[in-house]
């Protein structure tokens, strides 16, 4: 694979680390496909698999980072029980994903 293509690629796993990393001392990344976050991202920040995310302790002083593009399909497709009011947005990606950050 090409440095060109390698970037493109991955360039929205990129733009959401470098922005997490930017803004965030202490931070957890939300989303659906955990292991190309894990795999292509530094430690600098975590990771949890969608279908916990009610299970996260929300009092302690981390940022949540929510990514995602279609909540509805993933409410109906894991039978999540989640909205987005406890979320504002802070980035739109490639393809209608958005990076949304829980408010404190």
Request: aromatic share 12%; net charge negative.
């Amino acid at each position: 694979m090409s440095g060109l293509e390698y970037q493109e690629r991955f360039k929205e796993v990129q733009m959401v680390s470098n922005y997490m990393q930017a803004n965030s001392s202490k931070s957890v990344l939300i989303c659906e496909n955990i292991l190309l976050y894990q795999n292509m991202c530094d430690d600098d920040f975590s990771v949890c698999d969608i279908r916990l995310c009610n299970k996260l302790n929300t009092s302690c002083q981390t940022d949540y980072y929510l990514l995602l593009s279609d909540l509805d399909y993933l409410k109906e497709r894991y039978s999540l029980n989640m909205d987005l009011q406890e979320f504002y947005p802070v980035m739109i990606l490639d393809e209608g994903k958005y990076l949304y950050k829980r408010k404190n």
